[in-house]
């Protein structure tokens, strides 16, 4: 966990990358490469207000673009 200044909530706070539910539910839908995707484009969140470190708009549509992305690829082998 990394410790730095937020500016969402404006504390010294500790900022990490939270797996929930459904990131976990893509790792084992996916076989594992969710993890690569969720590694390198989900950013590092406030674990007091849930604010992005480097938050931008361009790195969410990267995300969900990545994201389909891999949806279509799974749901193709699927369907073979």
């Given at each position: 966990?990394?410790?730095?200044?937020?500016?969402?909530?404006?504390?010294?706070?500790?900022?990490?990358?939270?797996?929930?539910?459904?990131?976990?539910?893509?790792?084992?839908?996916?076989?594992?490469?969710?993890?690569?995707?969720?590694?390198?484009?989900?950013?590092?969140?406030?674990?007091?207000?849930?604010?992005?470190?480097?938050?931008?708009?361009q790195g969410k549509k990267l995300l969900l673009v990545a994201s389909i992305l891999l949806l279509i690829y799974c749901l193709?082998?699927?369907?073979?």
């Open positions: 966990m990394v410790v730095t200044h937020c500016p969402s909530c404006q504390r010294n706070t500790g900022f990490k990358r939270c797996a929930c539910f459904p990131t976990v539910l893509a790792w084992f839908i996916t076989g594992g490469v969710w993890i690569l995707v969720w590694w390198l484009f989900y950013p590092l969140r406030c674990t007091i207000c849930g604010h992005g470190v480097g938050e931008t708009t193709s082998h699927l369907i073979r």
